[in-house]
């Protein structure tokens, strides 16, 4: 050992001995920086990852390390001093690793040397240090499987530049080997056993952040064998004029079993998958706990099947591997009841016609072209989730994101592959127990307690439900095995001390008929479980099976194993049509849609009866528009019921078809959110940490003018980053960027909400102000580089809040806008002649209406109507260059934050999503990247400043050492 560690130091003195060590450590540092910069152009990117630089690494590797040890063995050889080392009393192997960890030593200072650019993006953005860490170390692993093989390289070659080119041409191969441009010729096996051998391949995997012992050993793998090729060549020089003999063949022996063993061994591992280390933030490469809940309910086996073509596209080919790792996991994880299989559709037509005509996968063409052709392949990319007689399809456009670099690089990459799966899984988990035993799922008895009057005092539609009730219950109880009783009681048969019980608690209100009829009844239905209570709301038609429904859709909200329905209201719109010279009306919310139907049963609400669908869990109203009264009573009576109302509502309209233009307008919801002491002022909020927006200009060209788009920052789009989220609600899980367009300060009252639960969610930066005017077109020559005047103080502003308890209803102590219309239209004259009296006995409307709600209501706003539209998410798409769905991310977190479903919001918050760096200038740019040159060269003149004082002090112990010895002589 003490002689290796003489070696080391030694090797690694000399190479500092001349100006050589400095020019090579600085072409390093210069060609990593310009290649992060301006090759990969890491501020086009926007993302706060330093990836480029890892993925540039094995190619600056090979060129640093032929640099290094080209002269390790070469340079004895000139001098001369191989036959001395060769003579001395010192093992081979000794003097072969001290020359390894002197060469990695310099390796391990030069990355040293790169850390100051890891550090400046941490301060840019919210940077994972996991796959910075693994990439440091996948360096570090590749370039001692580099150093193996210049070392041998130069000890079979007398020329240092000789050895600088084998050593290259080498390394090269082998990271070529595993390359897509040379995988891409292949299959999908064929060019997975290409990635198992390629030096390449394995170190992206490294670079994610996964630390996997199959990788590690690979790398010892080619460090052994070269390794061993090195001793063995020293130890040939040593008999080169001596006869063979059984010495010389027994080491030759040995030395093949030893790198055929290392050699075996990598293919042996390369099955075992379990063996790794997920150093992300969130461990977004590992199976959550979550998921593992969710296996942990099968009843029945679940098969996952990957269709993954042999040929497909090259973007596409690296990610297989990863998915059928994943997979594993899953099969691992979910035991005999988890089912993985992977198909080549075109080896498989049974089961290529299966998939097509049973599942509807069917293959994608993607055009590939290179330097020598273009072509069309025709492959699948998919995966079948079955469970039962339920099934769910992934396609290639549900598992990827797609970034554009620029005009011709795409980088392609898997988005969030757990939760896509997971959720996969869920829904058709839930599916099948929605047509199975609904009781299954329920953990505690659920009571019904019907508060009923006499029957002389009900209209003979109540007296006729509460039969049909009576008898559904009877259907439950059997159903049920002991979870469920059902209970009726007459609020007035106690003196009204029910009813005056019901009217505290619940905020029951006696019912009429009319609005004119002087009797009044009794006719609420609740079903409670533990401390939770829920209103089952009459059906509209006072059907059996419609009361069936109402009652199921109650106790689902008991379960954990059954699809929630998401009510949800949006404007009436309609899409452009150019070809009639028609513009899109209102605003489009399909993304919005599209996303909350991963995960739930999504039914359109139309509030204009005045009722909330029976089924809903929860009602989302997104940009409302003069709402009348019996829209609002809906929504008030549905968070009477102890639901949750999302709202997304601004004081103001968006035109985006014409001139950009915003106006004032009422949302309905004005009078009716200040009764809950919540308001939205009517002004917006800029700030000038915003997103870009692209802008219509003109330029006038003598009597010409020219209609220009230019991409400029627009305080209007208000930037919200982690400082101004609240985190610890888990609303934001998994987005660390969030845009609100034309966004309004949210106003809260404490003294009105006081007993209630009150978040502040989103906030603007502590720089943003308010502005009340409409014009909202920027002007830079007359405010700069804002393109607006900042008026009043700046300051932080609420733009999303969650108020959760009880509330006292909007419409207590009013007569019911239901009954309001029914006395109207008795009002009207019949017409003459009508002879269909006797038919038409008038039908009662049966109104129920209640005034006070459980602690479980809750009202979540954002104060923008636009963000969560179709047309604000392609634009900010179109600037970002990816599917920006931030905004419907955040909704859909909303979503299952209120319907308690916390599995795949955890799963999502570990997804693979964007870290975008903050907003910042130009110029500023500028100094971040002349900052990072600046740091580098200051590194080097740190190591140079302490070579020059180790040489001192080791000239200074020589003349200690010598002056002696001269007074001596």
């Known amino acids: ?54 993925e540039w690494m094995p190619v600056l590797l090979i060129f640093l390390v032929a640099a290094i040890t080209m002269r390790m063995w ?23 690793l001290g020359k390894f960890f002197a060469c990695l030593g310099l390796i391990a200072l030069a990355l040293l040397l790169t850390l100051p650019l890891a550090i400046t993006v941490s301060f840019l ?28 390289v130069s000890i079979k070659s007398e020329s240092q530049i000789v050895s600088l080119i084998a050593t290259s041409l080498i390394c090269g191969l082998l990271y070529l080997i595993g390359s897509d441009t040379l995988s891409a010729f292949f299959g999908n096996q064929g060019a997975e056993i290409l990635q198992l051998l390629g030096s390449g391949s394995r170190f992206k995997s490294i670079t994610r952040g996964v630390i996997d012992l199959r990788d590690i050993y690979y790398y010892l793998c080619i460090m052994g064998i070269f390794l061993s090729l090195n001793i063995y060549g020293l130890e040939k020089i040593r008999w080169a004029d001596n006869p063979a003999s059984s010495y010389h063949r027994s080491w030759q022996i040995a030395c093949g079993l030893l790198i055929a063993n290392f050699f075996v061994a990598n293919f042996w591992l390369a099955s075992l998958g379990g063996f790794r280390s997920d150093m992300t933030k969130g461990h977004i490469y590992s199976i959550s706990e979550a998921t593992r809940s969710y296996l942990h309910q099968l009843r029945e086996p679940l098969l996952i099947r990957g269709y993954f073509s042999a040929q497909t596209h090259p973007l596409l080919a690296p990610l297989v591997p990863r998915l059928r790792d994943l997979l594993a996991e899953y099969a691992v994880a979910g035991g005999d009841k988890v089912r993985v299989e992977f198909v080549d559709p075109a080896e498989n037509p049974d089961l290529e016609q299966e998939a097509g005509q ?56 898997l988005r969030n592959p757990e939760y896509d799966i997971t959720r996969a899984i869920k829904k058709v988990l839930y599916s099948y127990q929605g047509g199975g035993d609904l009781f299954s799922s329920i953990n505690k008895p659920v009571a019904l307690t019907g508060y009923f009057s006499a029957d002389e005092l009900l209209p003979e539609e109540l007296r006729k439900l509460k039969t049909d009730l009576l008898a559904l219950t009877n259907e439950l109880k059997t159903e049920s095995n002991g979870r469920f009783t059902a209970t009726v009681v007459d609020p007035d048969a106690d003196n009204g001390k029910t009813a005056k019980k019901i009217k505290q608690e619940y905020g029951f209100q006696p019912m009429r008929a009319s609005l004119f009829d002087q009797n009044s009844f009794w006719f609420y239905i609740t079903l409670a479980s533990g401390e939770q209570v829920l209103e089952i709301p009459l059906p509209e038609d006072l059907a059996k099976e419609s009361l069936r429904q109402s009652i199921q859709a109650g106790l689902k909200r008991f379960t954990s194993g059954f699809a929630k329905t998401v009510a949800l209201n949006v404007p009436e719109s309609s899409p452009p049509m150019p070809q009639f010279g028609m513009p899109a009306r209102g605003l489009q919310f399909t993304a919005l849609k599209d ?22 869990d929860l009602l989302l109203v997104a940009a409302p528009e003069n709402l009348d009264e019996k829209q609002l009573f809906a929504i008030d009576q549905f968070l009477m019921q102890g639901g949750t109302v999302i709202i997304a509502a601004s004081p103001y309209t968006v035109n985006l078809n014409n001139e950009l233009s915003i106006a004032p307008h009422k949302t309905g919801l004005e009078d009716w959110l200040a009764n809950y002491g919540i308001s939205m002022d009517k002004k917006l909020v800029l700030d000038p940490q915003n997103s870009p927006f692209p802008v219509p200009a003109e330029r006038h060209l003598g009597g010409f003018t020219v209609r220009e788009t230019h991409l400029v920052k627009y305080p209007y789009f208000v930037d919200i980053r982690p400082d101004g989220m609240n985190e610890e609600s888990g609303l934001t899980a998994g987005l660390n960027q969030i845009t609100l367009n034309w966004a309004s300060p949210i106003s809260i009252d404490q003294s009105k909400n006081k007993g209630r639960k009150v978040i502040r969610l989103l906030e603007s930066s502590n720089k943003s102000w308010l502005s009340a005017s409409t014009e909202v077109q920027p002007d830079f020559d007359q405010y700069g580089e804002l393109g607006f005047p900042i008026d009043g103080k700046q300051e932080k502003h609420l733009l999303a809040a969650a108020v959760e308890g009880r509330f006292s209803s909007y419409f207590a102590g009013k007569a019911s806008p239901l009954l309001k219309k029914e006395e109207k239209a008795e009002e009207k004259p019949k017409p003459e002649g009508d002879k269909k009296d006797d038919k038409e006995k008038k039908e009662q ?23 969560l539209s179709d047309p604000i998410l392609g634009i900010s798409s179109s600037v970002m260059r990816s599917n920006y769905l931030a905004p419907v991310q ?25 870290r975008t760096l903050d907003p910042m200038s130009k110029q500023k740019q500028v100094v971040v990247e ?32 010598l002056q002696p010895i001269s007074g001596r002589v």
Not at 21 to 42: P, R
Not at 367 to 389: C, H, P
Not at 595 to 609: F, G, M, N, P, Y
């Open 930 to 961: 002349y900052l990072n040159y600046a740091l580098a060269l200051l590194g080097l003149a740190l190591i140079w400043l302490i070579r020059r004082q180790l040489r001192q002090r080791t000239k200074r112990a020589q003349l200690a050492f």
């Open 125 to 152: 953005g919210p940077l994972d240090w996991g796959p910075v860490l693994g990439g440091y170390v996948a360096a570090l692993c590749l370039a001692a499987a580099y150093i193996a093989i210049g070392l041998f």
């Open 595 to 616: 996303v909350l139907s991963q995960e739930h049963v999504v039914t359109d609400a139309d509030l204009r009866k005045g009722q909330v669908p029976s089924k809903a």
């Open 890 to 914: 955040l909704a859909a977190n909303a979503v299952d934050w209120s319907l308690e479903d916390r599995g795949l919001l955890s799963i999502r918050g570990r997804g693979h999503f964007s």
């Open 1 to 54: 050992m003490s002689t290796m560690l003489r070696v080391a130091k030694k090797e690694f003195g000399v190479f500092f001995s001349t100006p050589a060590a400095f020019v090579v450590l600085g072409a390093f540092l210069a060609a990593t920086l310009f290649v992060f910069f301006w090759v990969e152009t890491f501020f086009a990117r926007n993302i706060a990852e330093i990836r480029s630089l890892f």
């Open 74 to 96: 070469a340079e004895e050889r000139r001098a001369g001093t191989l036959e001395f080392l060769l003579t001395a009393p010192v093992r081979p192997i000794s003097l072969v």
């Open 845 to 867: 409307v049966i109104v129920r209406q209640l005034d006070k709600s459980p602690d479980t209501a809750r009202i979540i706003l954002f104060a923008s109507g636009s963000f």
């Open 358 to 413: 049973k599942y509807g996968i069917r293959p994608v063409p993607f055009q590939t072209e290179s330097k020598y052709q273009a072509s069309v392949t025709n492959s699948y990319f998919d995966i079948l989730v079955r469970y039962g007689d339920q099934f769910e399809t992934l396609g290639f456009r549900d598992l990827i994101e797609v970034k554009a670099q620029n005009e011709r690089n795409l980088d392609v990459d």
